[in-house]
């Protein structure tokens, strides 16, 4: 069904005239006229009868009436959720289950006024590309890995150092242990099926591997989180690292959560967007993170040396951009 057929059937419905109705969408009469006879022919059916004092709608006209205003409402919210300075914040989360979703759930609890949109894009490349083309408002990443340097008009602020955990199964060397130190997991091997290359968790894992000198093992089918808390339950020698706001269901009967100390391992998440993008809930979530940024852990704490904790100055991004 034509659309624009649509919206001229309600026009001249609402006004009782072919004359106003084609004022008021900008159309000549017979271009209106043109429209109504086209949907008439594709629904076979006569909509408006023309009267001394205009236009009226028959009665198949009255049956469709409702729906056609149905029809142009829906419209109206889908050029909305797409239409750029009109549409609900576009915020990518990389997870749904990761840290960067709780923090927009958070933020969503405190601004249910602004309509909000959660997308998940994989990798930072990708998301850098949808902020730049404007098909996202925000990402949450961890910059700037090796290689991967922020363009010009993406600006970059710290929202959370996440401490990681190590989780192993009652059989570990570690399993009674209250903490341990990152020193002491060089050679013991830390299963990561869903560490894949060239994302910024990878890079992250590798500097971790790199500096402490786990053996960081990626090999095998990932199942998921559940299925690799199973395999770690049962395993004496297999253990994984979890960031602490990850949720997850434990194995019955056993908590794999190690905490890690001196130092503490942080994952960086900073908040990106693209510095000239005027949307009002950018500013409101920008300030929402910063206002409820969780103290770091005490101690002293680890993170990879091409991790910035610092809001990164950009200048405006080009008009091409």
């Known amino acids: ?46 909509l408006l009868v023309r009267t001394p004092r205009g236009a009226e709608p028959t009665i198949d006209g009255q049956a469709l009436l409702p729906h056609a205003r149905a029809l142009l409402r829906a419209e109206e919210r889908a050029t909305a959720a797409v239409r750029p300075g009109s549409r609900a914040l576009r915020v990518d989360v990389v997870g749904r289950r990761a840290a960067p979703g709780g923090l927009v759930q958070d933020f969503h609890r405190a601004h249910p006024e602004i309509p909000l949109d959660v997308v998940t894009l994989f990798d930072v490349d990708t998301a850098v590309t949808a902020l730049r083309d404007g098909a996202v408002d925000a990402t949450f990443r961890a910059v700037t890995m090796p290689g991967h340097p922020l363009p010009d008009g993406i600006a970059a602020l710290p929202v959370l150092d996440e401490p990681m955990h190590l989780c192993v199964g009652p059989g570990h060397a570690f399993a009674r242990a209250p903490w341990v130190t990152p020193e002491q997991l060089a050679g013991h091997r830390v299963w990561m099926p869903g560490n894949a290359p060239g994302t910024e968790w990878h890079a992250y894992y590798e500097a971790l591997a790199a500096e402490f000198g786990p053996a960081v093992d990626t090999i095998g089918p990932n199942f998921g989180l559940e299925a690799l808390l199973d395999t ?51 500013t409101a979530l920008r300030e929402h993170l910063t206002a409820t940024r969780p103290r770091p852990p005490e101690g002293d704490l680890w993170r990879p040396s091409w991790a910035n904790p610092a809001p990164r100055e950009c200048r405006a991004a080009s008009p091409t951009a």
Not at 239 to 250: I, K, N
């Open 232 to 282: 770690i339950a049962g395993s004496p020698a297999l253990a994984t690292f979890l960031s602490e706001r990850t949720p997850h269901v434990w194995p019955v009967g056993h908590d794999l959560r190690l905490p890690l100390r001196d130092p503490t391992p942080v994952y960086p998440h900073s908040l990106l967007w693209r510095a000239d993008n005027p949307h009002p809930g950018l």
């Open 1 to 46: 069904m034509d659309l624009k057929a649509v919206r001229a059937f309600v026009a001249i419905a609402d006004s009782g005239q072919f004359q106003r109705a084609a004022a008021d969408l900008g159309l000549t009469q017979q271009a209106v006229s043109k429209r109504i006879a086209a949907l008439e022919k594709d629904l076979g059916v006569r």
